[in-house]
């Protein structure tokens, strides 16, 4: 939540940069409007059924036992958020994808609470941008 | 103050298992162990990195339209960010 409110921060310079920024999670979408309600986010927040887009990026993992029963027990219902009774996550994620499809930054950790600053991504995406116009004018 | 910042802070709190958190000292141990058998792993070093080819998707969005990457990408570059939830 914290990383989607500082991304939302910056989403007004990516935006006039011409880049688009979406939120994935296994999240049906009822959950997705009430995450971008909470945070106040005017970026999109899009449901990725199955995991199949984490899986993908090779991000998915399912938690272990015990921490599936204390996330249960903390009211985190995977099962019904999910729409499926793995407890599966994505690893926390940020990419910055060039136009031709190639992956310019990559942040993946385990750590949830440890993260890139959203600056970081603003300056890749600035990068992409100032060698798009030099292409274009040679 | 820098988003890592606002992580540290709210780890800090959340770890001292005082309010508005509670956070028993068990279940910290449980998260902790959780997030140190995910590092071992090395699933992190095996997902798609710098230079790899993204993959296409087509998702829904919180409205249930339909949102493809390549539509994105042919306007510019694409930032995604994965995350656990709402909670």
């Keep these: 939540m914290m990383e989607l409110e500082a991304l939302q921060a910056v989403w007004p310079q990516l935006r006039a940069m011409g880049a688009s920024l979406v939120a994935i999670s296994p999240q049906l979408a009822q959950y997705g409007r009430a995450v971008r309600r909470r945070a106040k986010l005017e970026f999109d927040v899009l449901t990725d059924l199955h995991l199949r887009v984490a899986e993908a990026f090779g991000l998915a993992f399912t938690l272990p036992t015990d921490l599936k029963e204390l996330y249960a027990a903390f009211g985190n219902t995977l099962d019904k958020f999910h729409d499926e009774p793995d407890f599966r996550l994505p690893m926390p994620a940020r990419y910055v994808i060039a136009q031709d499809g190639r992956i310019r930054a990559a942040d993946v950790n385990p750590d949830y609470t440890i993260r890139p600053e959203p600056q970081d991504t603003v300056a890749v995406v600035r990068e992409l941008g100032v060698a798009r116009s030099k292409e274009t004018r040679s | ?87």
């Design chain 2, 1 to 87: 103050m820098t988003l890592q910042q606002r992580l540290d802070a709210f780890k800090a709190a959340f770890e001292s298992g005082a309010p508005p958190y509670n956070a028993p000292r068990e279940a910290i141990q449980t998260m902790h162990r959780a997030t140190e058998d995910l590092r071992r792993s090395g699933l992190a070093e095996r997902a798609l990195k710098v230079g790899d080819l993204a993959p296409a998707f087509e998702l829904t969005n919180q409205d249930g339209e339909l949102v493809r990457s390549t539509d994105l990408l042919a306007r510019g570059p694409l930032v995604i960010t994965f995350f656990r939830g709402h909670w």
